[in-house]
């Protein structure tokens, strides 16, 4: 009568080979989702940005240059530049109204944005 089946130092083997290719692919599998949440969340922060961007080409005689100005996000959903609700791509909490965009506008016209917590914007402007 044949014993059919594998012998512990098989199974032994095969869990050995397992767990040296999980440590090998590991590190890779993990810095691949790293560096892709990295990229969604700099799109997601772009898309916010854009719509600030054309928020502030449909009123441009609100923004003067030389200043600081903050766009809350609602304000951006409410003239419909942005689709609600707006999540944080890490945490996927809704950042409709704990949310601002800081625009700052030079002297040259050159323009830049930050995504910041709206209790702050008003501190961040006068600085």
Do not use: W
């Amino acid at each position: 009568m044949k014993n059919k089946g594998f012998t512990l130092a098989e199974i032994l083997g095969v869990i050995v080979i397992i767990g040296l290719l999980v440590t090998l692919v590991m590190p890779t599998i993990t810095n691949r989702i790293r560096a892709n949440s990295s990229k969604a969340e700099k799109a997601s922060n772009q898309i916010i940005f854009d719509a600030a961007l054309q928020y502030i080409n449909e009123n441009k005689q609100d923004f003067s240059s030389g200043k600081k100005h903050c766009i809350s996000i609602s304000t951006l959903i409410d003239e419909g530049k942005l689709a609600s609700p707006v999540k944080n791509i890490k945490t996927n909490e809704k950042i409709d109204d704990t949310h601002s965009v800081l625009v700052t506008i030079d002297k040259t016209g050159n323009i830049s944005f930050d995504l910041i917590f709206k209790n702050t914007c008003e501190r961040d402007i006068k600085s």
